[in-house]
T-cell receptor
Framework: ETGVTQSPTHLIKTRGQQVTLRCSSQSGHNTVSWYQQALGQGPQFIFQYYREEENGRGNFPPRFSGLQFPNYSSELNVNALELDDSALYLC????????????FGQGTRLTVV | GDSVTQMEGPVTLSEEAFLTINCTYTATGYPSLFWYVQYPGEGLQLLLKATKADDKGSNKGFEATYRKETTSFHLEKGSVQVSDSAVYFCALRRQEGNNRLAFGKGNQVVVIP
């Protein structure tokens, strides 16, 4: 049990809609990273939040945005959903941004129809 | 940019057989290297890691050695069990900056009784 929880576990949305995914980090962790895992692929880094500030972003368009709250939980928002956004979205928390282990949640399976 | 390459295709083998999954990487500097495992319907779990050249990571009978000269981090296990059936991802993380992970595409391992 890693202590990282994500909600919801599954979600179906229509193309063009907006979606918010949530992540509660492991107790004491102040850093949250989000990854997109398309079917049959490895996870791709979306962005990271450290102490409520964005701390690095992967190759994703601006319609992917995020937030981190004072309790270090985090949200991933995706606007104007496209069919290719269908994927497993993984959240990982860690203590700091240095050489520390990242603990992953079970993910949210998003299907865009 | 940083990248990880895993051998193509699923791996199917019999119980007690020897398992090897190849992983090579491209990165500047001296990244840390990881193997993650993903069981059906779950998130990623860290299997083992190595942080510098010639280090050997090991866990649950799995081993991998950080080979800087060949930029490789191949995963091995001497005698697999049915419970080892999962998807295995090789990943790297730079030593500097944020602790984002770059993953390979993963290999599905199916162990037949």
């Amino acid at each position: 049990e890693t202590g990282v929880t994500q909600s919801p576990t599954h979600l179906i949305k229509t193309r063009g809609q907006q979606v918010t995914l949530r992540c509660s980090s492991q107790s004491g962790h102040n850093t949250v990273s989000w990854y997109q895992q398309a079917l049959g692929q490895g996870p791709q880094f979306i962005f990271q939040y450290y102490r409520e500030e964005e701390n690095g972003r992967g190759n994703f368009p601006p319609r992917f945005s995020g937030l981190q709250f004072p309790n270090y939980s985090s949200e991933l928002n995706v606007n104007a959903l496209e069919l290719d956004d269908s994927a497993l979205y993984l959240c990982a928390s860690s203590l700091g941004v240095g050489n520390t282990e990242a603990f992953f949640g079970q993910g949210t399976r998003l299907t865009v129809v | 940019g940083d990248s990880v390459t895993q051998m193509e295709g699923p791996v199917t083998l019999s119980e007690e057989a020897f398992l090897t999954i190849n992983c090579t990487y491209t990165a500047t500097g001296y990244p840390s290297l990881f193997w993650y495992v993903q069981y059906p319907g779950e998130g990623l779990q860290l299997l083992l890691k190595a942080t510098k050249a010639d280090d050997k990571g090991s866990n649950k009978g799995f081993e991998a050695t950080y080979r800087k000269e060949t930029t490789s981090f191949h995963l091995e296990k001497g005698s697999v069990q049915v419970s080892d059936s999962a998807v295995y991802f090789c990943a790297l993380r730079r030593q500097e900056g944020n602790n984002r992970l770059a993953f390979g595409k993963g290999n599905q391992v199916v162990v037949i009784p």
